[in-house]
Each structure stands twice: as C-alpha cells, then as structure tokens.
Nanobody, 123 residues
Framework: VQLQASGGGLVQAGGSLRLSCAAS????????MGWFRQAPGKEREFVAA????????YYADSVKGRFTISRDNAKNTVYLQMNSLEPEDAAVYYC?????????????????WGQGTQVTVSS
C-alpha cells in the first residue's frame, strides 16, 4: 500500500489542523492505521492508532482529548483532527499502515509509511 499524507501547515497555538492520509494499492480496509510524529532532535513517537473498521482507537497521553483519529474506508483515507494545538505538537507527522492482527503503538510494527507532513505551531 502507498500512503500520501497532507494537511500540515503553520497554525497558532490553540488552533486546529486536520491531517489526511490517502492510501492506494492493496485494500485499505485490511490495514490498521497509525499516526506518528518526529520533532527535530527527537525520536519518532506514537500519536494515535485506529483499527481496520474504525471501531477502536488509541491515543498517546500527550494528545488524548485534543486529537481524533478516524478513517473512511470508502475513500481509502485516514484522518487526524488536531485541536488545541500546542508548540510541543510541532513535528513532521507520518501516517503508517500495519498488516497484522491488531494495531500497535510501536513504529517498528508498521510496514508501510507515508512521506510525512510538517506541522508548525507558533506561540
């Protein structure tokens, strides 16, 4: 599966952005999906994950209550709605797909990755 992330940009603290990740290739609904992010000088970290049918989600504590992951299998797209953005949320955001029995939070379990989209939050 090929993944294309978009929707990043510059936003003021407290603002919102919605990231999208469009998939092509194999059947999108067969993959668990995740969002990860990497800030300069830091390791890539888990943000959110969603299972194949969208019925189950999981979030990092740092974004819980502010971010929402969702998917539209008819459109082969996964989304990350980010509200109440903080300067600490600034990073390159990556979507990833996992072909396995369940979604996981560790990046090494995801076989397919998008190219990343930059999110910048000004204070």
């Amino acid at each position: 599966v090929q993944l294309q992330a978009s929707g990043g940009g510059l936003v003021q603290a407290g603002g919102s952005l919605r990231l999208s990740c469009a998939a092509s290739g194999r059947t999108f609904s067969g993959y668990h999906m995740g969002w990860f992010r990497q800030a300069p000088g830091k390791e890539r970290e888990f943000v959110a994950a969603i299972n194949r049918n969208g019925g189950s989600t999981y979030y990092a504590d740092s974004v819980k209550g502010r971010f929402t992951i969702s998917r539209d299998n008819a459109k082969n797209t996964v989304y990350l709605q980010m509200n109440s953005l903080e300067p600490e949320d600034a990073a390159v955001y990556y979507c990833a797909a996992r072909d396995g029995p369940c979604y996981l939070t560790q990046d090494y379990w995801y076989q397919f990755w998008g190219q990343g989209t930059q999110v910048t939050v000004s204070s």
